[in-house]
């Protein structure tokens, strides 16, 4: 399903984001930039070494990416030509900042993009897997993050929400189409 915000076509597909077509996927990577499971390392496989080379890089440079913050590699062989990879906060209960974490991750990798001129992206559920943050309350905060962007700037022509699982594409479809 879409809708369009302010000029940017806002679109929500259940997949695998490693397939995207977008200019740029986005990466719910861990601190260390070094890889892990879930879509880090679904991106690793799919991408290969060139986009591991540049975070061993990039983390050798300023130590890794601190959580709600976000860097950008090459998509190396993905269809993206570009991944920006962000941290996103491990639930803990709700009462450590985790939402407004987690939304900074949205606005982080939005600023980023920006920066790069990158005009399409594909945003993972971020936090919705190994951290374990609820579901139905992470796509409250994606959706918040990512429509304020969208209010204040025309920079993006297409962004999309890649949702794995079955209950984040229904939850997405939800709100989405409440907009
Ligand atoms: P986190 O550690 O941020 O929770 P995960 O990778 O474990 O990261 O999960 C984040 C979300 O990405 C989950 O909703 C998970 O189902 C989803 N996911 C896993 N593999 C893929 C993939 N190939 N494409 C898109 N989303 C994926």
Redesign the pocket.
């Known amino acids: 399903m879409e809708t369009t915000l302010n000029g940017t076509k806002l679109e929500v597909i259940q997949?695998?984001?490693?397939q995207s077509s977008m200019a740029c996927i986005v990466n719910?990577a861990?601190s260390s930039l070094l890889g892990?499971?879930?879509?880090?390392g679904?991106i690793h496989r799919a991408g290969g070494r060139r986009i591991l080379d540049e975070c061993v890089r990039i983390r050798s440079e300023r130590g890794g990416c601190p959580v709600g913050e976000a860097v950008i590699t090459t998509g190396g062989n993905l269809k993206a030509q570009y991944v920006i990879h962000t941290v996103?906060p491990v639930w803990k209960g709700g009462k450590n900042g985790e939402a407004e974490k987690l939304g900074n991750c949205y606005r982080s990798a939005l600023r980023l993009a920006e920066e790069h001129g990158i005009s399409s992206l594909s945003f993972?559920?971020?936090?919705?897997?190994?951290?374990?943050?609820p579901k139905e309350q992470a796509v409250d905060v994606a959706i918040e993050a990512v429509t304020d962007v969208l209010a204040r700037k025309q920079a993006f022509e297409r962004i999309q929400f890649?949702?794995?699982?079955r209950q984040?594409y229904d939850l997405y479809v939800e709100r989405v189409g409440a907009l």
């Open positions: 997949g695998d984001i490693t719910a861990n892990g499971g879930g879509v880090d679904a996103g993972p559920n971020i936090s919705t897997g190994i951290y374990g943050y890649v949702c794995f699982d984040n």
